[in-house]
């Protein structure tokens, strides 16, 4: 959504209801800790709703700004703005993890992992034009009461919750696979203190029992025994309001039945590749992808008759992928198991990660892509086996099947109550998503210079990306110079 325009109705009830919801949980241990440490805080998230610059109050000292790589326009303008009024910038989050050097350019401050005593350093003593880290594993976040100001604001309606508000918890850091596209690769897997997430949970039953909880680790309960441990312990009280990342792995047949009776609600397991990462889906390395597939649905199966709600992620355009059997098995996948929402995303190369590397290492980036392209359904690499027209066809063979009138049937013939809702909800938000790549199709046909740039032939970015850029920036658009838009690639292993 552009910033500065509150969009077509869609995306505004969208926001409010939904997009809101994502709000993360660093910036709000960032803004607790500046609480304690004695400063006057002001904490906003953007998801569209005004003018983001109007957030914030206009005399501030130092503004902590995080977001996504989808988001980094947009923060690099809000950072132009707040620089012109003398106010410290500081960047964390995923982006400036992930393409820190290209961050400098706008930031004062660049910090790619945090704690409660680097922000102290930070604000007693700003290190203006350095990227920082606080190279310890963060052990501990502000509890959800001490969060609840940050809460209110964030995912709640006017500071109350409403049906679709939520509550983000975090029982862990880091991920015990190394899937080289993944951006916690080499992040160890630290469980975080018990005793704070059982006081967590027990103060949101009693405070806000109605509102569903979020759980934002890279894969939830690896330590599966313990973390289930603390959660029947608190009082069950029927209702399902839990919604995990977790990997197929994990989530034996043994362990289902105490996840639903905890109240699991919505489960999000990784499947990733028909010919690649099966350990996350319990697959094994030797199998075929039929082989894989058959044995992937039987597993949703079983954890469909537990839990209502499945999703599923899904990579097309990985170097095992090749000719139509990736895409015909993902569209059986759809039909075999309708109660799984699949998610089928384009490979992006992060920074920080193995895949960005061997990528940037082999010429495969398209360099001059602004990195707030860094999201379907924009193909930011030249693609080992698939060209940019045939890539594009395919994705819109998969879009087609997966939001046809036949498949919705099939969804809401096997969900009930909100899942249905969500199963319609999502249908008609991604038909506005087949309408898009059959038009990235199309442009790949018969815009020579359009297609001469996705197959790495041409380093210029077509004007078509520049009013992309610009219509999402709004009126921030003059802020940001066609030379501000080059990004600043990093060298293979640094940041």
Same mark, same amino acid.
Request: glycine share 6%.
């Given at each position: 959504?552009?910033?500065?325009?509150?969009?077509?109705?869609?995306?505004?009830?969208?926001?409010?209801?939904?997009?809101?919801?994502?709000?993360?949980?660093?910036?709000?241990?960032?803004?607790?800790?500046?609480?304690?440490?004695?400063?006057?805080?002001?904490?906003?998230?953007?998801?569209?709703?005004?003018?983001?610059?109007?957030?914030?109050?206009?005399?501030?000292?130092? #503004?902590?700004?995080?977001?996504?790589?989808?988001?980094?326009?947009?923060?690099?303008?809000?950072?132009?703005?707040?620089?012109?009024?003398?106010? #410290?910038?500081?960047?964390?989050?995923?982006?400036?993890?992930?393409?820190? !050097?290209?961050?400098?350019?706008?930031?004062?401050?660049?910090?790619?992992?945090?704690?409660?005593?680097?922000?102290?350093?930070?604000?007693?003593?700003?290190?203006?034009?350095?990227?920082?880290?606080?190279?310890?594993?963060?052990?501990?976040?502000?509890?959800?009461?001490?969060?609840?100001?940050?809460?209110?604001?964030?995912?709640?309606?006017?500071?109350?919750?409403?049906?679709?508000?939520?509550?983000?918890?975090?029982?862990?850091?880091?991920?015990?696979?190394?899937?080289?596209?993944?951006?916690?690769?080499?992040?160890?897997?630290?469980?975080?203190?018990?005793?704070?997430?059982?006081?967590?949970?027990?103060?949101?039953?009693?405070?806000?029992?109605?509102?569903?909880?979020?759980?934002?680790?890279? !894969?939830?309960? #690896?330590?599966?025994?313990?973390?289930?441990?603390?959660?029947?312990?608190?009082?069950?009280?029927?209702?399902?309001?839990?919604?995990?990342?977790?990997?197929?792995?994990?989530?034996?047949?043994?362990?289902?039945?105490?996840?639903?009776?905890?109240?699991?609600?919505?489960?999000?397991?990784?499947?990733?590749?028909?010919?690649?990462?099966?350990?996350?889906?319990? +697959?094994?390395?030797?199998?075929?992808?039929?082989?894989?597939?058959?044995?992937?649905?039987?597993?949703?199966?079983?954890?469909?008759?537990?839990?209502?709600?499945?999703?599923?992620?899904?990579?097309?355009?990985?170097?095992?992928?090749?000719?139509?059997?990736?895409?015909?098995?993902?569209?059986?996948?759809?039909?075999?198991?309708?109660?799984?929402?699949?998610?089928?995303?384009?490979?992006?190369?992060?920074?920080?990660?193995?895949?960005?590397?061997?990528?940037?290492?082999?010429?495969?980036?398209?360099?001059?892509?602004?990195? +707030?392209?860094?999201?379907?359904?924009?193909?930011?690499?030249?693609?080992?086996?698939?060209?940019?027209?045939?890539?594009?066809?395919?994705?819109?063979?998969?879009?087609?099947?997966?939001?046809?009138?036949?498949?919705?049937?099939?969804?809401?013939?096997?969900?009930?109550?909100?899942?249905?809702?969500?199963?319609?909800?999502?249908?008609?938000?991604?038909?506005?998503?087949?309408?898009?790549?059959?038009?990235?199709?199309?442009?790949?046909?018969?815009?020579?210079?359009?297609?001469?740039?996705?197959?790495?032939?041409?380093?210029?970015?077509?004007?078509?990306?520049?009013?992309?850029?610009?219509?999402?920036?709004?009126?921030?658009?003059?802020?940001?110079?066609?030379?501000?838009?080059?990004?600043?690639?990093?060298?293979?292993?640094?940041?």
């Amino acid at each position: 959504m552009s910033a500065g325009r509150s969009g077509d109705w869609t995306q505004r009830v969208s926001g409010h209801l939904l997009l809101k919801q994502f709000a993360s949980i660093m910036p709000q241990a960032v803004s607790v800790w500046c609480r304690d440490l004695g400063h006057q805080v002001f904490y906003a998230t953007y998801y569209g709703q005004k003018d983001p610059k109007h957030l914030l109050p206009n005399d501030l000292d130092l #503004v902590f700004i995080s977001g996504h790589t989808q988001a980094s326009a947009l923060a690099y303008a809000l950072a132009k703005l707040y620089r012109q009024e003398k106010t #410290v910038t500081v960047i964390g989050g995923p982006h400036a993890k992930q393409f820190s !050097n290209d961050c400098l350019r706008f930031f004062d401050v660049v910090v790619r992992d945090c704690d409660r005593a680097l922000i102290a350093e930070i604000l007693d003593a700003a290190p203006l034009g350095e990227i920082v880290t606080s190279g310890r594993t963060l052990q501990s976040i502000p509890s959800v009461q001490e969060r609840m100001p940050e809460i209110r604001a964030s995912t709640f309606w006017r500071g109350r919750p409403y049906p679709f508000a939520s509550i983000s918890l975090v029982t862990s850091m880091g991920c015990p696979y190394s899937c080289d596209f993944c951006v916690d690769w080499n992040k160890p897997y630290v469980l975080l203190p018990l005793e704070r997430l059982e006081a967590d949970l027990r103060f949101i039953l009693d405070s806000f029992p109605r509102v569903i909880v979020g759980f934002h680790d890279a !894969n939830f309960a #690896v330590k599966f025994d313990e973390v289930l441990a603390v959660l029947e312990k608190v009082p069950q009280d029927g209702r399902k309001r839990y919604i995990m990342e977790s990997s197929l792995s994990v989530l034996r047949r043994s362990r289902l039945e105490r996840l639903q009776n905890v109240g699991c609600l919505y489960m999000i397991p990784g499947v990733e590749s028909w010919a690649a990462y099966s350990d996350k889906a319990a +697959a094994g390395p030797a199998l075929s992808g039929r082989e894989k597939l058959d044995r992937v649905v039987e597993h949703f199966e079983l954890i469909h008759a537990y839990i209502p709600g499945l999703q599923a992620g899904l990579m097309f355009g990985l170097d095992v992928d090749e000719g139509d059997e990736p895409v015909e098995l993902t569209k059986e996948f759809m039909t075999r198991a309708p109660f799984v929402w699949p998610i089928v995303g384009v490979p992006t190369p992060f920074g920080e990660t193995p895949f960005y590397d061997r990528y940037l290492a082999e010429g495969r980036i398209l360099t001059s892509m602004p990195f +707030a392209f860094y999201y379907g359904p924009y193909l930011v690499t030249t693609l080992k086996n698939y060209g940019p027209v045939a890539y594009y066809e395919k994705l819109v063979e998969m879009f087609s099947h997966m939001t046809s009138g036949n498949m919705l049937f099939k969804r809401l013939q096997t969900t009930s109550g909100r899942i249905r809702l969500a199963h319609v909800a999502r249908t008609v938000g991604f038909r506005r998503m087949l309408g898009t790549l059959r038009h990235f199709a199309e442009l790949m046909k018969t815009d020579r210079q359009f297609r001469a740039f996705h197959e790495g032939e041409s380093p210029t970015l077509p004007e078509f990306y520049h009013r992309q850029y610009e219509r999402s920036l709004g009126r921030y658009a003059a802020l940001m110079s066609r030379e501000d838009r080059q990004p600043v690639h990093n060298r293979p292993g640094h940041a």
